[in-house]
């Protein structure tokens, strides 16, 4: 099929930037708005838009299905994980102060992780069922 | 004026018989209502509601379709009734405001439970000084897996619907 091709070009250029937008959003969650549910819609857009600019073929390159569909449940399982390692560790399940010395940092550390799983089921979630809509309509 | 806007899209997304105007109409509301919830500072939900329902629910609308008829099918029953019931929710709902605290008062009972606790102690005991993200990610942490974990079972439940009707409908053309 053929892209137009200012769409391409203009898709190409701002897509990094889109990416590293979500990471923003990510990483400065603690500090401004954000957190990992924004962070995770931002990302899949960025796949959605190259799907929808360039064919589904680049974005099943940059973001393979089987890829996308196993970060589904491994989002989930990061959060549960960070749970139980509140247990093992001594603590009550989801309390983060043993995960470093210092109880505040600790419970930095838990958040940031807990956010990362939150990114990526978000983000596996949101690109799969683009991906599942597409085949359908194929 | 932005309640305005949004009672104009609404009545547009009414009117409109077209399902490809509805969702660009529902987009218009979902950007709508994100500056509406600027304009309460509440920043982090006007992001959710940009990034998701403008930009991720718009999509997979218009994947939805590309796989259905566009246009919207020509009403069989009686409007009386449907009239009737949401006229009557509205009248509750605006009947159960009227015992609700005025908008922004400070000794509100939401304002005296736990909230000062959070705005106190957030930055000495999480580090984080963000507190909607700690209240988020650490002291209701139970409710935000619970919400993942809701992403994760609708996100499965669909993927499976849409994959099931393929494969019947690839047995259905190799007997046919």
Redesign the interface.
Known sequence: MNYDLVLRVGTKLILPFILLFALYVQFHGDYGPGGGFQAGAIAAGMVILLAVTCGLDLAHRIAPQSVVQRMVPLGVLVYAGTGVAGILMGKNYLDYSPFSHNSAQGHELGILVVEAGVLITVAGTMTSLFYAFVERGR | MLLTLLAVVTIAIVRQRSLFGVVILASIYSFLIASVLIVLDA??V???EA??GA??ST??ML??L??VKTTEMKQVRARLLPLFVSLGTGAVLVWGMQVLPPFGTPDAAIHKHVAPRYLAESI???????V???V???YR??D??GE??V??T???G??LL??K??RRGRRDDAET
């Open positions: 920043v982090d006007a992001m959710t990034s998701v930009g991720v999509v997979l994947a939805t590309h796989l000495k005991e999480t580090n984080v000084p963000n909607v993200t700690s988020l990610a650490d942490s139970f935000t897996l993942t974990t992403i994760f609708a996100g499965i669909v993927m849409l994959r009707a393929r």
